[in-house]
């Protein structure tokens, strides 16, 4: 994942992922067509694509085939990253089955995890030479003050992530809202290089301003903006906007 980030990173000058979390309540028509769409409109200027397999379940076996369909369509230039957001996290032999679809079958780039259950259940994921995971530290919704802020989980979860990052070679990274970004210059202090993944700019409202300003210039970055650009009337001009957007804090 990190090796193909940072040459699209260079090679479009973006850290954008589009996020096709492709909601079929608020599509009208095919989901795939709307995701080729998408891709057709956006490929030439994004880094990558995250999808969130919420959106894929929803429509029961029809939509894993949408998934995987998308995922080949996207294939098909292999220098596009791609990000599977399902959250995952259970004991060993479970993750292994988990990993097996996702890094076997799928073939993505990088999966989310949820890492409230420890290390050892991510560790199946990692047995694939090609996995990459980003472990939940800092989350963009109001219960990040449940657990996450006050016992500093999110700080917690950073430290061991950015060690396992050193030992796993570059394999791990961290999941870090746009929404409590009053947080994030602590999580950089303790990150050397791992990637974050950055949800939380556009829908919900995360300001793109304060996040550059707590990210202290640091560069292995994801901005992932869903429903801000495939629901918008012109995904490519939302994308190249964000892009622009983004431009003005990033020094590529
Ligand atoms: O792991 C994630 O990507 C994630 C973590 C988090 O704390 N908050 C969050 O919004 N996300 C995901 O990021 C995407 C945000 O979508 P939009 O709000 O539509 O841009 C969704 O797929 C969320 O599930």
Known sequence: MLEKYLKRRE?????????LDSDFEKIDGDVLDFNKKIIDETSDIVCGYKLNIAFYEKMGHKGI??????????KQDESIPIILDAKRSDIGNTAAAY?????NVLKVDSLTVNPLMGFDTMLPYLEYQNAHLFALALTTNKGAYDFEIPEKLYLKITKMMNE????YKNKIGIVVGATNSEFID?????S?????????????????????????????????????IIFNENPREKAKEYNELISKYYNF
């Open 186 to 190: 602590e999580i950089v202090e303790n």
């Open 192 to 228: 050397e290089d791992m990637l974050f993944l950055i949800p939380g700019i556009g829908a919900q409202q995360g300001n793109v301003e304060k996040l550059f300003r707590n990210l202290k210039g640091y560069k292995n970055i994801v901005i992932n903006v869903s429903r801000g």
């Open 164 to 167: 396992k990052n050193k030992e």
């Open 11 to 19: 090679s479009k000058k973006s850290v954008l992922f589009a996020g």
């Open 99 to 103: 990993a097996y679809y996702y890094f």
């Open 65 to 74: 085939e949408i998934l995987e369909k998308t995922i080949e369509y996207i």
